[in-house]
């Protein structure tokens, strides 16, 4: 075989990889191209359901009325930045997140507040978590909730943070929380019995010296020192 024979083998070889890779990049782009218009224009996977979790004292229809997914729009097209911006105005909820499932289910799982006490509202009442946003229309104060007046928003936040802290066990007995400022925030038990809190700071400390000095059955305790607690008007022993 002659130099000229070989180069032209070479090269006859060269135009035929070249034109293979040529063809191999071709079809990827047209698959590329194929699974755009699949995901994103085509009607094959686009939403049929829209499936609510996490929605208890929410209806899932009013999570679903609220997100306004287009019917029929491509999964992939879904704005789930508008569907948490939407659906997260729902005063109960406090959080969503957005969720695909393909081919053809959209997921919306919304978390709802927690009451953790209740304030008044004009003549009625409402819930307040524990980021002091207010939801719920109530015409009086459930059992198991205290009642929260508060002079200002730091107040609030300070009796919010109170409440929060305050254990299972001393919950049930605690009927307002009334702050005039964030460091004098006063607790007024179901019996009447009034405990000076101070402020949120130490509250763990404060509800666990306060249990104690249940038991002397005192008219009134102040705890906002818990090394150094006080009671007035000391009766007889509590259970």
């Known amino acids: 075989m002659t130099v000229v024979e070989s180069a032209q083998r070479f090269g006859a070889a060269e135009r035929t990889r070249r034109t293979r890779?040529?063809?191999?990049?071709?079809?990827?782009?047209?698959l590329l191209g194929v699974g755009a218009w699949v995901?994103?224009?085509s009607p094959l996977l686009t939403v049929r359901e829209v499936r609510v979790l996490g929605a208890v004292e929410v209806s899932a229809d009013s999570v679903r009325s609220a997100a306004a997914v287009p019917v029929g729009i491509p999964l992939a097209r879904v704005d789930s930045a508008g569907i948490v911006e939407r659906v997260g105005a729902l005063p109960r909820v406090a959080s969503v997140e957005v969720r695909r499932g393909w081919p053809d289910v959209l997921v919306v799982v919304v978390t709802e507040r927690v009451p953790l006490a209740v304030t008044r509202e004009g003549t009625a009442y409402t819930y307040l978590d524990a980021t002091g946003a207010r939801f719920g229309t109530l015409n009086a104060v459930p059992r198991g909730l205290p009642l929260v007046?508060?002079?200002s928003d730091p107040a609030l936040t300070a009796a919010l943070g109170v409440c929060a802290a305050l254990p299972g066990t001393l919950v049930p007995r605690v009927s307002t929380v009334t702050a005039r400022t964030r460091d004098d925030v006063v607790?007024?038990?179901?019996?009447?019995t009034a405990v000076q809190w101070g402020g949120p700071d130490d509250s763990a400390h404060k509800a666990a010296v306060l249990l104690a000095l249940l038991k002397v059955g005192a008219r009134s305790?102040?705890?906002s020192a818990p090394d150094l607690p006080t009671t007035r008007g000391t009766g007889a022993a509590r259970p």
């Open 39 to 41: 995901v994103w224009f």
């Open 221 to 223: 305790y102040d705890v």
């Open 21 to 30: 890779r040529w063809a191999v990049l071709a079809a990827l782009v047209v």
């Open 149 to 151: 007046t508060a002079a």
């Open 187 to 192: 607790l007024t038990l179901s019996d009447g």
